[in-house]
């Protein structure tokens, strides 16, 4: 800006300075600078908001964005003239800045999962119900080419109403034991696998087949990461976080958190403030969430879904089946695995390989009509996070001036509810062995 001029920009700030932040970060500091300014940083650690302020002035040229502690949340949002606060602080504490920025009269963008339980969710829907603020909760998978052609092929009626749905989720052991290093190991927090990683499955489906969840019935359990189950293979190793630990060495699953220069600042060196550990033993103790999980779904449509989440697998990607009623759409994707906050590569052209989940091979998804030859729906094979979704999420976010978008990709707050509430009804039913109604979680 030159003297005199006033800038015109949204005013943005961030709550939540974890690996997933730094998307946004990047995008409001380099691709969306001119229609999107980034006044403050939120945070419980002050030397991970610094890191990012060098990490981004070194990689961007940024200018430091003002930090915050988190008791000073209110006071960056005055100060700073903040309009729309975007959330990606842990997940336990969604609900509380989303509903204390909306109270104050802002808007807000969160990450999935907009929370982690039927309490949080009814008091957000209520608190947006009460100040009529804007709620976007960022579904990227929606966005990736090869989710749009599918929600293409269904609404076009190639294979009628859709009567039955197999989804099938594999999480591979860099990946799903992730999950199981750090702060989503403890359901308190992340609300488990059901609601922090499947929320993106669920909201596909209601997506795709234009519909809600309406009972659910579900197992799960923790059958392959603990000490137990370790033990009882005969693959223990004792050390509870691996950083300093000689019994880590021969551990595959170990992360090394000193050999990652993004890990190393984000993390190791930020610890003396929280005492946050990112590294800890997958087979050690503390972990109350699952990593086998089976659901059935019947939704408002009448379609049923059998879906299923494995967090062990050799191989990372997915399988889904549709049948309708003139046919059958079948989706075979497999992907990159990735640990979370291992990238640092905010220079590249158009935010590529932040959490680098491209294909390894060309989507495959084939229509098979009844009495007919099947057919291979093509899919342009793009590169960026979440199969390309994460571009074309950041432009629908921040760009200004864009098209109307025909299958209706941006998720408000009940999308982002009816998403979370298939997972929070089936970790009821894991608790009880009973089928849950979606409609006696929360009212809307």
Same mark, same amino acid.
């Not at 903040?82 to 504490?93: A, G, K, L, M, N």
């Not at 209520?126 to 966005?143: E, I, K, M, S």
């Not at 050390?239 to 300093?244: I, N, V």
């Given at each position: 800006?030159?003297?005199?001029?006033?800038?015109?920009?949204?005013?943005?700030?961030?709550?939540?300075? %974890?690996?997933?932040?730094?998307?946004?970060?990047?995008?409001?500091?380099?691709?969306?600078?001119?229609?999107?300014?980034?006044?403050?940083?939120?945070?419980?650690?002050?030397?991970?908001?610094?890191?990012?302020?060098?990490?981004?002035?070194?990689?961007?040229?940024?200018?430091?964005?003002?930090?915050?502690?988190?008791?000073?949340?209110?006071?960056?949002?005055?100060?700073?003239?903040?309009?729309?606060?975007?959330?990606?602080?842990?997940?336990?504490?969604?609900?509380?800045?989303?509903?204390?920025?909306?109270?104050?009269?802002?808007?807000?963008?969160?990450?999935?999962?907009?929370?982690?339980?039927?309490?949080?969710?009814?008091?957000?829907?209520?608190?947006?119900?009460?100040?009529? /603020?804007?709620?976007?909760?960022?579904?990227?998978?929606?966005?990736?080419?090869?989710?749009?052609?599918?929600?293409?092929?269904?609404?076009? #009626?190639?294979?009628?109403?859709?009567?039955?749905?197999?989804?099938?989720?594999?999480?591979?052991?860099?990946?799903?034991?992730?999950?199981?290093?750090?702060?989503?190991?403890?359901?308190?927090?992340?609300?488990?696998?059901?609601?922090?990683?499947?929320?993106?499955?669920?909201?596909?489906?209601?997506?795709?087949?234009?519909?809600?969840?309406?009972?659910?019935?579900?197992?799960?359990?923790?059958?392959?990461?603990?000490?137990?189950?370790?033990?009882?293979?005969?693959?223990?190793?004792?050390?509870?976080?691996?950083?300093?630990?000689? +019994?880590? #060495?021969?551990?595959?699953?170990?992360? /090394?958190?000193?050999?990652?220069?993004?890990?190393?600042?984000?993390?190791?060196?930020?610890?003396?403030?929280?005492?946050?550990? /990112?590294?800890?033993?997958?087979?050690?103790?503390?972990?109350?969430?699952?990593?086998?999980?089976?659901?059935?779904?019947?939704?408002?449509?009448?379609?049923?879904?059998?879906?299923?989440?494995?967090?062990?697998?050799?191989?990372? #990607?997915?399988?889904? %089946?549709?049948?309708?009623?003139?046919?059958?759409?079948?989706?075979?994707?497999?992907?990159?695995?990735?640990?979370?906050?291992?990238?640092?590569?905010?220079?590249?052209?158009?935010?590529?390989?932040?959490?680098?989940?491209?294909?390894?091979?060309?989507?495959?998804?084939?229509?098979?009509?009844?009495?007919?030859?099947?057919?291979?729906?093509?899919?342009?094979?793009?590169?960026?996070?979440?199969?390309?979704?994460?571009?074309?999420?950041?432009?629908?976010?921040?760009?200004?001036?864009?098209?109307?978008?025909?299958?209706?990709? +941006?998720?408000?707050?009940?999308?982002?509810?009816?998403?979370?509430?298939?997972?929070?009804?089936?970790?009821?039913?894991? +608790?009880? #062995?009973?089928?849950?109604?979606?409609?006696?979680?929360?009212?809307?």
């Amino acid at each position: 800006m030159t003297g005199g001029e006033t800038d015109s920009r949204k005013r943005y700030a961030i709550v939540g300075l %974890g690996g997933r932040s730094a998307m946004y970060s990047a995008a409001l500091l380099g691709d969306f600078k001119d229609e999107g300014a980034l006044v403050g940083f939120c945070d419980v650690n002050q030397t991970r908001m610094d890191y990012y302020n060098r990490l981004f002035g070194e990689r961007l040229g940024a200018a430091p964005v003002p930090t915050y502690r988190a008791e000073d949340f209110e006071r960056m949002l005055d100060e700073q003239r903040v309009e729309t606060v975007i959330v990606t602080s842990i997940d336990r504490t969604h609900h509380r800045y989303i509903i204390r920025a909306m109270e104050l009269g802002r808007d807000v963008i969160t990450e999935k999962p907009l929370t982690i339980d039927a309490a949080r969710c009814q008091a957000i829907l209520d608190t947006q119900r009460a100040t009529g /603020r804007t709620l976007t909760v960022t579904f990227n998978y929606r966005y990736a080419p090869r989710a749009s052609a599918v929600k293409e092929v269904l609404r076009s #009626g190639a294979i009628g109403r859709v009567l039955s749905v197999h989804f099938e989720w594999l999480l591979d052991t860099r990946h799903g034991a992730d999950y199981f290093r750090r702060w989503h190991r403890d359901k308190r927090n992340s609300g488990g696998l059901m609601v922090h990683k499947a929320t993106h499955h669920f909201d596909l489906v209601n997506w795709w087949l234009d519909t809600q969840p309406e009972t659910v019935f579900a197992f799960g359990d923790l059958k392959f990461y603990g000490r137990e189950n370790a033990e009882e293979r005969g693959e223990a190793y004792p050390y509870q976080r691996a950083h300093g630990s000689p +019994a880590a #060495g021969e551990d595959p699953y170990a992360l /090394r958190l000193a050999d990652n220069p993004h890990l190393r600042g984000l993390y190791l060196e930020a610890e003396h403030e929280d005492g946050y550990q /990112r590294d800890q033993n997958v087979f050690g103790d503390g972990i109350s969430i699952e990593d086998d999980m089976a659901v059935l779904v019947r939704y408002r449509s009448g379609a049923t879904m059998s879906y299923h989440l494995t967090a062990y697998s050799p191989w990372e #990607g997915f399988r889904i %089946g549709f049948n309708g009623t003139k046919g059958r759409l079948e989706v075979d994707i497999e992907e990159n695995s990735y640990v979370s906050g291992a990238k640092d590569d905010f220079n590249l052209p158009e935010l590529r390989d932040l959490e680098p989940l491209v294909e390894r091979e060309r989507p495959e998804i084939v229509l098979r009509p009844l009495w007919g030859k099947p057919l291979v729906v093509p899919v342009a094979q793009e590169q960026g996070g979440h199969g390309g979704g994460d571009v074309r999420l950041l432009e629908d976010l921040f760009r200004r001036e864009r098209p109307a978008d025909p299958l209706g990709r +941006a998720a408000g707050h009940i999308d982002g509810a009816m998403s979370i509430l298939t997972g929070i009804a089936a970790n009821r039913s894991f +608790a009880t #062995g009973l089928p849950v109604r979606v409609a006696d979680l929360v009212r809307f």
